[in-house]
Nanobody, 121 residues
Framework: QVQLVESGGGLVQPGGSLRLSCAAS????????VGWFRQAPGKERELVAG???????NYADSVKGRFTISRDNAKNTVYLQMNSLKPEDTAVYYC???????????????WGRGTQVTVSS
């Protein structure tokens, strides 16, 4: 069994920063691509940032230059550093990862339960 747990959300003023963490635990052989998604009320879930197992990253245009995704493979953890936050960044942020539980097992898709980020004065 594999679990993803997000943490680090909260209430922050516009212009502020937060650092989200996504920790994977359980039966893990390897973690492939990991993505941070967000969903605001009344809107569809959207990809915010992604990182491959090799460290290549991609970002939504709306967060480029403000958000940074990184990973610590030794800790099975992926981070999302969010700077210069705006009210429109308010959403529930979810972590998604493709995880292989064994050398000969195909990777499966896992989601965390999300963490709320609210940007407001």
């Amino acid at each position: 069994q594999v679990q993803l747990v997000e943490s680090g959300g909260g209430l922050v003023q516009p212009g502020g920063s937060l650092r989200l963490s996504c920790a994977a635990s359980g039966s893990i052989f390897s973690i492939n691509a990991v993505g941070w998604f967000r969903q605001a009320p009344g809107k569809e879930r959207e990809l915010v940032a992604g990182i491959t197992s090799f460290g290549s990253t991609n970002y939504a245009d709306s967060v480029k230059g403000r958000f940074t995704i990184s990973r610590d493979n030794a800790k099975n953890t992926v981070y999302l550093q969010m700077n210069s936050l705006k009210p429109e960044d308010t959403a529930v942020y979810y972590c998604n990862a493709q995880i292989r539980s064994g050398r000969y097992i195909d990777p499966m898709d896992y989601w965390g339960r999300g963490t709320q980020v609210t940007v407001s004065s």
